[in-house]
């Protein structure tokens, strides 16, 4: 058994869901496909399908040796180029983690063009609110917005988020509109609760600090309910102007506060030591900081 070999055709498997279809992509038996993962678990020492279930199911060893068989024949087809051009390429795939909102908004408009400059790459872009365990998840590069805790990881800069307070023109026809952050307190404010001490608004004025204590009949873990909340006229919020960037321009939402200016977020890409010597993973972030 040529075990890249095994590797591919379980990755294939994986993917198309479906022994018969590699097979038919193979001009092969399906016979010979499960003779192939057979021969692989049995070098492996265990079993990587759950072939007591009607649907095509990894165990927890297939999930992992799943992820990690991607890594390598990654690192293979890699290797492969920068033997034949005699420099290390930016090719095979890159798994990027990111906010929901900022990666829907920011980073999914911007991938087209970095596939373009490196059309041997490719991109795996995972969206969440919480923050993925790189190692665990084997991300090469993640995104987050606000302050990045000791994970034992590289964070880079990549700038600031700047933010605004918003609401709705129904909202503040009703409620009316707050002129200084101390009228805050007499409004329904959402709150964003991913960020740290989420109920105190900061902002600046010409060097003076300003704080409130906010209070909302809404808390949410999610920036883009918290969008859809505001458009609706049920609060004001705290947010970064990428997601009320457009709402602005049609008049669905009106910027507070001209004159005080909350705390910006900054926004950082963090990767383990080992990825910071990846072309891969630096040619990205180097081109988040052109872009953002």
């Known amino acids: 058994m040529d075990l890249l070999d095994a590797m591919q055709v379980f990755v294939r498997v994986v993917e198309r869901g479906s022994f018969s279809a590699v097979a038919r992509e193979l001009n092969l038996g399906q016979p010979a496909v499960s003779k192939q993962i057979r021969a692989l678990e049995q070098h492996l020492g265990g079993a990587l399908f759950a072939r007591s279930t009607r649907h095509l199911a990894l165990t927890d ?12 024949l990654a690192s293979v087809d890699a290797a492969r180029l920068s033997f034949a051009s005699g420099q290390e390429q930016i090719a095979g795939l890159l798994r990027v983690a990111a906010p929901v909102s900022f990666g829907r908004l920011c980073i999914a408009p911007l991938v ?19 923050n993925e365990d790189v190692l665990k998840e084997n991300i090469d590069l993640a995104i987050r917005i606000g302050a990045v805790k000791n994970e034992g990881l590289v964070a ?11 609401a ?8 009316g509109t707050p002129l200084a952050p101390a009228d805050l307190a007499g409004h329904n404010c959402l709150a964003f609760t991913l960020l740290e001490h989420y109920d105190v608004w900061r902002f ?9 204590t906010i209070k909302g ?7 883009e309910a918290i969008r859809e909340m505001v458009l609706s ?9 990428w997601l009320f960037a457009a709402d602005v321009r049609q008049g669905t939402v009106c910027p507070l506060l001209a004159d005080y200016q909350p705390l910006a977020l900054p926004i950082s890409a963090v990767f383990s030591q080992d990825r910071r010597r990846s072309v891969r993973t630096r040619a990205f972030v180097d ?3 052109e872009r953002l």
Request: charged share 20%; aromatic share 8%; proline share 5%.
């Open 156 to 166: 880079v800069s990549l700038g600031d988020s700047p933010r605004r307070v918003y």
């Open 204 to 212: 600046d004025q010409d060097g003076r600090q300003h704080s409130v």
């Open 112 to 130: 087209g063009e970095f596939l373009a400059r490196h059309p041997q790459l490719r991109i795996d872009l995972r969206l969440s609110d919480q």
């Open 287 to 289: 081109f988040l900081r």
């Open 217 to 223: 009949n809404v808390t949410c873990n999610s920036s």
């Open 61 to 72: 060893q297939g999930q992992r040796f799943y992820a990690e068989s991607k890594d390598i």
């Open 168 to 175: 709705s023109p129904a909202y503040l026809q009703q409620h």
């Open 233 to 241: 006229g049920l609060g004001v919020s705290l947010s970064p102007q």
